[in-house]
């Protein structure tokens, strides 16, 4: 699995935390926000929601591993895009579910607010138990079959209710597009991942030149 790691500014120190716990899982992680604070350009919660819907729908990566001081700005702002079924996870416990239950592909993580002793090993168990269990299988056993008809009508709700990040990408107001667009690494790693859709990145590029 192609996991990106975004950080935006408030949990830019965090970023080497999020990298560790995730180390070892077998998976490839690519590092696509901010690293450290103080890092130039910096990148907001709404500008990594962006940032991680574009990757996500470009097929760039297979899931996002984003957040920021409570969790609640990263996860507002990546579900205003299409193709996005995001968790808030505080927990291992809530990492377990919603993976079974909603099989989403973005998680938003509270990396300030109560981020205190032992921080680093919560994010590491909460890592072990989000891949450890088949994405939309369902839980408990009785509700396994109506949990995967609900995922999946609640994903044709969101091709329904949302145009496509092309136009999206074309609408968008300047100060929110041009940060992740221009953003150091991100044309080309999505250049460079073999799947991703040209047509997003084109449009990416396009604004840029814009």
Excluded at 64 to 75: H, M
Excluded at 78 to 87: A, D, F, I, R
Excluded at 114 to 133: M, P, Q, R, S, T
């Amino acid at each position: 699995m192609r996991i990106a790691v975004i950080n935006e500014t408030s949990a830019a120190d965090r970023n080497a935390d999020i990298l560790a716990a995730l180390d070892g899982l077998g998976h490839d992680v690519i590092n696509a926000g901010m690293k450290r604070s103080g890092e130039k350009p910096e990148l907001s919660y709404i500008h990594t929601g962006l940032m991680a819907a574009v990757l996500l729908n470009a097929g760039t990566v297979d899931f996002v591993v984003g957040g920021c001081g409570t969790g609640q700005g990263f996860l507002n702002s990546v579900m205003q895009y299409p193709g996005v079924t995001c968790g808030h996870i505080l927990t291992p416990l809530d990492a377990w579910l919603f993976t079974q239950i909603n099989g989403g592909n973005c998680i938003s993580l509270m990396l300030n607010q109560g981020y205190g002793w032992a921080g680093e090993a919560n994010l590491k168990f909460i890592f072990e138990k989000l891949f450890c269990v088949e994405p939309g299988s369902g839980y408990p056993i009785h509700r396994q079959k109506s949990q995967r008809e609900s995922r999946e009508l609640l994903g044709r709700l969101n091709r329904i209710t949302h145009h496509k990040m092309t136009e999206i990408l074309a609408k968008l107001p300047v100060e929110v597009v041009s940060p992740v667009a221009a953003y150091p690494g991100l044309i080309k790693t999505m250049g460079s991942c073999r799947g991703s859709d040209t047509a997003i990145l084109s449009s990416l590029k396009d604004r840029i030149k814009g």
